[in-house]
């Protein structure tokens, strides 16, 4: 576990002066959502919204952002508004606080009019808690003048950081919402986001207005998730050995960088028996939507993408996300390998990385579209992603302290569970520069990284004999290194600066400091890659703050029945598996065997709604499949789910127990509207998907 520092508040808040409303914060987090307890600056955050002030909160992904305004939303008189970019993932987190007994809604133009305008009247009369709108749709007067006749709660700003232009999510619509404090400068405002640099605080703090607020920043560790990166060599038989060996039949996001090695990555995983959908802007909106609906919702799909996919994804049980490709920078690769295990189980974030990684991302760099400022941004944001590769420390300390926090060794990334030699590659590091120098010198030309290792390897190939450059000194001066080597020695030169690459073609030339190895002694300490990348040891042993329950086998068997029995009602009911249940909530059933719907109650992730909608069902599963019950076995499973429930009456899928019912409503105190119908079916888009989507706008996907 990494020796992290606590979380920290850049201002402290005065909780004693709200115990009334704190009381009611907590009553709604054991209630509705079946949590005993705050986590990490949750409760100040929710302290100080729910009193009428701003907030500004930098949380790493799985963090637990969605309370600290839902809770205020259900506590504040009014409905809490939520402002979210991407309407494709509205119904799921509709279903998710329905599920809870939350009354959620939403307006975006996947909706048919007489939808929309339900909504509205649901909105106006009081009848939701939670409404939640793309930032598009608040820009119309129309939306505005709804939000004026009912009364707003909260205002949420979600995934804050689409505001800084200089990110790589930048939605211009953001822009718009500094207009929220004038037009109703009354409701308190929360600002949310995973991406957490200084600069990017600032910037989010200024453009929406938020300079006021007060800034709560997290820790940004995610324990369970182990950072690993390897040398590529064949990205895509890598990928095969590394899913069968580590993560067979789990859910996992692959990363691409252009739509061409999407397709082809889903297509070989598929032909070699690994089910994987592609997801990329280039897929036409119907298409994408239903693999993005088919990796919510079924068990174990893996998703292969470009960076267009991921943002607002809360499926808690991704197991693993790939990069087979070098990101932009540390702040992207952190929130994409943030979306692996949100429900806080082990989990891993894989990273195959090389040469051509390096050359492609500065031909990208110096191709770019931007003034010499922006193309300097790139280049520092490349830098800070090249020297976390290629670090021999603790990568989780380095992609701490990138983020302004500290930490030591932790024990669960490879350079800690299988640390890197360093070795001294002056030498090596001065026969390249001298090739590329005596290139530049003696003949005025320029070639890429394959020449020059085939000249220092003394390859008399018929480009080398060509230009004569078997006449070179420093042709064959390298055969003590191989060709992946001196590979790995250009790649660790690009990036400790020593040495540049331009133009479409990847030229190698020389930088100021190649000097200073070359003429003045400089040493050069380089990274030596393990001969054969083992999976550590460690590989599954870490889990976060809520440690994975253990379970033997009797709890494995049930926790595989438990998963089956939810899978069934979640089909029969539309929504994502997770939105019954999570898979940490039901290996806390497996572990400890409920008898009783109190026993089931006290578990985390348990709240009321949940316990009155799918208790009597759980039990029936636990009860089956516990050997003292002779007959028990056979019984469950998902095809008898909903039948046995109804034979006690109570638990079939989207029906609640009059008990149940009773509780929710008279806890809840407010009468409910109906449970949604079922929308769609696995795999299937909701109708409206394929209607034209002014709201939607993918991000930007490089097509190179
Ligand atoms: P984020 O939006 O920051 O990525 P979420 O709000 O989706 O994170 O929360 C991540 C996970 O943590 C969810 O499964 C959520 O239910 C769980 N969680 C959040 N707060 C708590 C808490 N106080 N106790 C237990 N689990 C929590």
Redesign the pocket.
């Known amino acids: 576990m990494a020796g992290v520092n606590p979380p920290e508040t850049l201002e402290t808040v005065d909780a004693s002066s709200r115990a009334v409303e704190t009381d009611a914060a907590q009553e709604v ?1 054991q209630r509705v ?1 079946g ?5 990490g600056l ?1 409760r100040e955050i929710v302290d100080q919204v729910i009193s009428g002030g701003d907030a500004l909160v930098l ?9 600290c305004y839902q809770i205020p939303a259900l506590v504040r008189p009014g409905v809490g508004v939520v402002i979210s970019p991407l309407i494709a993932l509205m119904q799921d987190q509709v279903d998710a606080l329905t599920a809870l007994g939350v009354r959620a809604g939403f307006l975006n133009s996947t909706q048919y009019p007489d939808e929309r305008r339900t909504v509205e009247a649901q909105f106006v009369a009081g009848e939701l808690d939670v409404l939640y709108l793309a930032p598009e749709r608040l820009k119309l007067a129309s939306t505005a003048e709804l939000l004026d006749r009912g009364k707003v709660s909260v205002f949420a700003i979600d995934e804050a950081h689409c505001v800084s232009q200089w990110g790589h999510d930048f939605r211009p619509d953001y822009l718009a919402l500094s207009v929220l404090h004038e037009r109703w400068p009354e409701v308190p405002r929360i600002a ?1 986001t ?1 991406t957490a640099t200084e600069a990017t605080r600032r910037e989010i703090a200024e453009r929406l207005d938020l300079t006021g607020a007060k800034h709560f920043v997290a820790g940004f560790d995610r324990p369970n998730i182990q950072y690993r990166i390897e040398p590529k060599n064949r990205a895509d038989q890598q990928l095969l050995s590394f899913i069968r060996t580590e993560h067979p039949g789990d859910a996992g996001i692959v990363y691409c960088l252009s739509r061409n090695s999407v397709e082809r990555t889903a297509e070989f995983l598929c032909r070699n028996g690994i089910e994987a959908v592609p997801y990329h802007a280039g897929l036409d909106a119907r298409t994408r939507a239903t693999n993005q609906a088919r990796f919510l919702r079924e068990d174990g799909l893996i998703v292969v993408a470009t960076i267009a996919f991921g943002m607002g994804i ?1 499926k ?1 049980d991704v197991r693993f996300v790939a990069h087979l490709d070098l990101p932009k920078s540390v702040e992207g690769y952190y929130q994409e390998t ?1 979306r692996a295990g ?3 189980l082990p989990s891993t974030a894989w990273m195959v990385y090389g040469l051509n990684d390096v050359v492609q991302q500065r031909k990208m760099i110096d191709s770019s579209e931007g003034d010499a400022a922006h193309r300097r941004q790139l280049q520092l944001h490349l830098d800070a992603m090249l020297a976390l590769c290629e670090t021999v420390q603790c990568r989780r300390t380095q992609l701490l302290n990138y983020f302004g926090q500290s930490g030591t060794d932790c024990g669960n990334c490879d350079t800690c569970l299988n640390p890197p030699e360093s070795w001294d590659g002056t030498v090596a590091a001065q026969k390249v520069l001298s090739a590329v120098l005596r290139l530049e010198r003696e003949r005025g030309q320029r070639f890429g990284a394959g020449h020059i290792v085939d000249i220092l390897l003394g390859k008399s190939n018929p480009k080398v004999l060509q230009h004569k450059h078997n006449e070179l000194k420093v042709f064959g001066v390298g055969t003590d290194l191989r060709d992946t080597e001196w590979r790995g020695v250009i790649r660790q030169l690009l990036a400790q600066g020593l040495l540049a690459v331009h133009g479409e073609y990847g030229v190698l030339t020389l930088t100021e400091a190649s000097a200073e190895v070359l003429f003045e002694h400089r040493k050069v300490m380089m990274r030596r890659e393990p001969e054969r990348v083992k999976p550590p040891r460690a590989a599954k042993a870490k889990a976060s703050s ?1 440690p994975a329950v253990e379970l033997g086998p009797a709890a494995l068997d049930m926790f595989a029945q438990l998963r089956s029995w939810r899978a069934a009602v979640a089909k029969e009911q539309g929504v994502p598996a997770y939105v019954v249940f ?1 898979d ?1 909530t039901l290996r806390e059933i497996a572990g400890r065997a409920p008898t009783s719907l109190a026993e089931l109650g006290a578990i ?2 348990i709240g009321e709604n949940k316990l009155a909608k799918y208790g009597e069902g759980v039990l029936e599963v636990v009860a089956g499949s516990t050997p003292a019950d002779p007959g028990g076995q056979s019984q469950t499973g998902p095809a008898s789910a909903s039948g046995r429930a109804g034979a006690r009456g109570s638990a079939a899928p989207g029906r609640r127990s009059a008990a149940g019912r009773e509780s929710a409503s008279a806890a809840l105190g407010q009468a409910r509207r109906p449970a949604p119908r079922s929308r769609f079916e696995p795999g299937e888009p909701p109708p409206g998907w394929d209607i034209p989507d002014p709201d939607f706008e993918p991000p930007p996907d490089e097509g190179y």
């Open positions: 987090l959502f949590y005993d307890n705050f986590r949750q949380m790493p992904t799985g963090g637990g952002k969605s309370l949310l995973a809360d808690p943030g949100r429900d806080g809520a999570h940490a985390s992730g």
